[in-house]
């Protein structure tokens, strides 16, 4: 059994054992007041305060550094055994809250994330139970002394689960310091977004290069080995991961020439929306309906776009109408007009035009042209708006929209 279990089994009833216990409360209590006053003006969710400012990271380690400072002054004039069992409690609430945070960060609806989450939670409490239990000390002894070949070396059980553990820290803290970089450089409210999107993308990246070879690093992974990896990498990419590495490209291509920004309205394969996001594989483009379409970013680079926001805003819409024959050109193109103009998103200049375009079978065929400067708030609503009024002006005018007719002729032969 552990030292400080079985002193603590030895002070139940005594006075000692209730300091101690006044002191760990206190100790919690003042992190709490520690936490809470540092967070308060806090108003998003962080690694260091969590949703609820003590469910973060600041409080487990603010609570552990006054739990050892007291430990410290304590153990001068008495046995302690509570203190140093809620140290390694408290080393375990501080790292799991420290993964929680940052996999919530980085990954906010991943299920493999919170699986994780979760096996790691289990992991750090059983390590300080059986710490606790005094089971964990033998435990690890037996585990180093299990040694098996790994290549030219002699690797144990603890040393490969101690760099599993080492390069998952150098991992998570990498991904922590990553998504606090792009959270801070895309919450600046001047500059072009797309621009701060390719530098949020570009640390991210570079950083988790970094952690991946400081993570192997730790491992023992001789990383002149990862010559040949890169090798086989190459060839890879020169054969069936192209197209993925021409996305990859090519967003960075987009973002850094600024050929399509993020809000701009744009045109592909006839789909037209507007740029909700730039990827570093794919763009996402959303229409006026709702619809979501997913671009790889070559298809940008090789094809033809169609910007409609690049270099004017104004769209240009048009009403096809037909009327009789008998009715008075010039009176069907003010009905029209007036129509146009009296749509509020409708620019009065350019002003609205009417023109007759051809001599239907049925009638009189018109066009109304109208420009608005607003297609982000889309563009059916107001044709479906200059329509109603030109059907009510044509109405109150006495002029009727012709039906397709046709001329039978029956032979008696």
């Known amino acids: 059994m552990n030292g400080a279990l079985q002193s603590l089994v ?3 009833g ?5 300091w101690e216990l006044g002191a760990l409360l206190a100790c919690l209590l003042a992190a709490g007041g520690i936490a809470w006053a540092i967070g308060r003006r806090s108003g998003n969710e962080s690694v260091w305060f969590g949703r609820f400012i003590v469910d973060g990271l600041l409080f487990p380690l603010v609570a552990l550094a006054l739990v050892y400072s007291a430990l410290l002054a304590l153990a001068r004039v008495q046995e302690v055994a509570l203190l140093r069992i809620a140290i390694p409690v408290l080393m375990s609430l501080a790292g799991i809250r420290f993964l929680a945070r940052v996999l919530t960060l980085g990954f906010p609806t991943s299920g493999l994330a919170r699986l994780v989450e979760r096996l790691f939670s289990w992991l750090a409490w059983i390590a300080a139970v059986l710490w606790i239990a005094g089971v964990l000390p033998p435990l690890l002894a037996e585990l180093d002394a299990i040694r098996f070949s790994l290549g030219k070396s002699r690797v144990s059980v603890l040393g490969l689960m101690q760099g599993v553990l080492s390069a998952g820290a150098v991992l998570v803290l990498t991904l922590w310091v990553s998504a606090a970089i792009e959270k801070r450089v895309m919450r600046q409210s001047t500059g072009d ?3 701060r999107r390719v530098a ?4 991210r990246a570079a950083l988790l290069v970094v952690g991946a070879l400081v993570a192997l690093s730790t491992v023992g992974v001789d990383l002149t080995a990862l010559s040949v990896l890169g090798g086989a990498l ?6 069936g991961l192209q197209k ?3 996305n990859y490209v090519s967003g960075f291509v987009i973002l850094f020439e600024r050929s399509l920004r993020i809000g701009d309205m744009v045109r592909v394969d006839n789909f037209e929306g507007q740029v909700m996001d730039i990827k570093t594989r794919y763009t996402l483009i959303r229409a006026a309906n709702g619809r979501e379409s997913i671009v790889p970013n070559e298809k940008l680079i090789t094809e033809r776009i169609e910007n409609l926001s690049l270099a004017d805003t104004l769209i240009l819409l048009t009403s096809d109408v037909s009327v009789p024959y008998d009715s008075d050109p010039d009176e069907v193109q003010r009905i029209l007009c ?3 103009q009296g749509c509020a998103r409708v620019l009065a200049s350019p002003a609205p035009a009417a023109r007759l375009v051809r001599f239907g079978p049925d009638g009189l065929e018109f066009q109304l042209l109208y420009w608005i400067a607003d297609p982000a708030n889309g563009q059916l609503n107001v044709r479906s ?7 009510r002006g044509l109405r109150a005018a006495g002029i009727e929209i012709p039906y397709p007719q046709r001329v039978v002729h029956l032979s008696n032969s």
């Open 244 to 246: 993925l590495a021409s």
């Open 193 to 195: 977004l797309s621009l």
């Open 338 to 340: 007036a129509a146009a």
């Open 385 to 391: 708006e200059v329509n109603l009024a030109v059907l």
């Open 234 to 239: 190459g060839v890879g990419l020169g054969f």
């Open 200 to 203: 949020a993308n570009v640390v």
């Open 10 to 12: 030895r002070q139940v």
């Open 14 to 18: 005594q006075p000692a054992l209730l």
